[in-house]
């Protein structure tokens, strides 16, 4: 791959920043330690500017290209996202440098992004080959903890006047180093949601003086399984997942007097949302009622839009792309996970870009493992796009 010279001159240096980080992980709004390095190592680096604290643990920086557009600040500014925490996973690969913190691991390669993010901005503060500003931003969070929420809160478009934004996430199964990216949506919506149904405990000898809510949340899960199959046009994308069921006893002869079901609704679409919405409500509540109980929906307050790209910066990133691999972008479908960098999407044009991982094991899995080997190309894809998004005039 045509990567830059002087990321390959860096990848042993840069596998091993990313060991570390991958051995002390830490979960959202927790990191610390991470961040502290990340900052560290900006200012080594020599950025211009290096702000910690910035979204509760997050850490922006800037550096300043040597045309009139950074030395002068008449340019634009274009700004990378790279986040940096942790999933409560216990992992499971038995490598040498696995998580040292117990039930936590970075199995979603948060430590391959932040370290990326890392050697571009080693490379761009060196060379300072562009005309302009780029800002990098280290956000925390970003499982399902509203960091990127907490960036944009504290200012972060306006206080360092990003004109663009473009983030990345490797992705098992697409080849090693290869990108992906689509013009408009990438990645769906996602939001949390809890059933709490209630009934009337009792003694498992004797039924029928209870309300049985195990039997209501069954059947509620069952009849839940028609919204998608036969509310939702065929032709539109969602998916509804029912991931935990949870009474408020563990004991083999009491009917529990609650159960609450968890799980999760994904779109791409508000008005499929709107339609799964109601569906959901009624289906909820006339269950319930069928069987003497009652049953509330309520969402969660951290859900998130869809990933929408831009469709120009969409184009600028996959060129950035091919000039670093040397061939075109691959062809994918829009995928159902979600990312609160969309949240960045929606008050700034930018793109979120796929760098294959290779044949990993799944994302949030505890035998993923990250693949070193794509560093220099991440790496390398980031200084590309800076430099051709801010070109220094001949």
């Known amino acids: 791959m045509p990567i830059k010279n002087r990321f390959s001159q860096m990848s042993t240096e840069m596998t091993g920043w990313r060991r570390d980080f991958h051995a002390h992980p830490e979960l959202r709004f927790e990191e610390t330690r991470t961040a502290g390095l990340v900052a560290s190592r900006l200012r080594e680096f020599g950025c211009d500017e ?31 996202r790279a986040d940096m925490d942790a999933l409560p996973i216990e992992e499971a690969t038995g490598l040498p440098y696995a998580s040292q913190n117990a039930g936590k691991m970075h199995a979603c390669g ?80 996602a939001e949390a949601f809890r059933i709490v149904v209630k009934g009337k405990g ?3 000898a004797m039924p029928h003086l209870s309300i049985d809510t195990s ?17 939702v046009n065929p032709l539109q994308a969602a998916v509804i997942s029912l991931c935990g069921l949870r009474s408020d006893t563990d004991i083999y002869n009491v009917i529990p007097d609650s159960v609450t079901i968890k799980g999760t609704l994904r779109y791409f679409d ?23 109980g009652s049953a509330v929906l309520e969402f969660a307050n951290d859900g998130v839009p869809p990933t929408v790209n831009d469709a120009e ?18 062809a994918i479908d829009p995928v159902m996970p979600a990312e609160d960098f969309s949240e960045m999407l929606q008050v700034r044009p930018g793109a979120y870009v796929f760098i294959g991982n290779g044949d990993s094991a799944d994302l949030h899995n505890p035998k993923y493992s990250f693949n070193d080997e794509i560093l220099p190309v991440g790496a390398s894809f980031f200084a590309e796009l800076a430099e051709s998004r801010l070109p220094l005039a001949e």
Not at 53 to 78: C, D
Not at 122 to 143: I, K, M, N
Not at 156 to 162: A, G, P, S, W
């Open 50 to 80: 290096v702000v910690e604290g910035f979204g509760q643990t997050g850490v922006v920086a800037v550096i300043q290209g040597r045309g009139p557009g950074g030395t002068q600040g008449r340019g634009r500014t274009i700004g990378f």
């Open 110 to 189: 948060h430590d391959g992004h932040t370290t990326m993010l890392l050697g571009a901005a080693q490379y761009l503060a060196e060379t300072r080959h562009f005309d302009g500003r780029v800002v990098l931003c280290f956000q925390p969070a970003e499982e399902g903890g509203g960091g990127a929420r907490a960036m944009l809160d504290d200012g972060l478009m306006e206080r360092f006047e990003i004109d663009e934004i473009y983030g990345m996430h490797n992705w098992p199964g697409i080849e090693a180093g290869q990108f992906a990216v689509l013009e408009g949506p990438q990645m769906s919506a």
């Open 202 to 204: 009792g003694h498992g």
């Open 215 to 231: 039997l209501v949340a069954s059947h509620i899960i069952v009849a839940m399984q028609s919204v998608v199959a036969r509310a």
């Open 270 to 292: 508000g008005e499929v949302r709107k339609v799964m919405g109601a569906r959901m409500e009624a289906i909820i509540a006339h269950t319930a009622e069928a069987y003497g």
């Open 313 to 330: 910066a969409a184009r600028h990133a996959a060129a950035a792309a091919r000039a670093v691999t040397g061939r075109a972008t691959v």
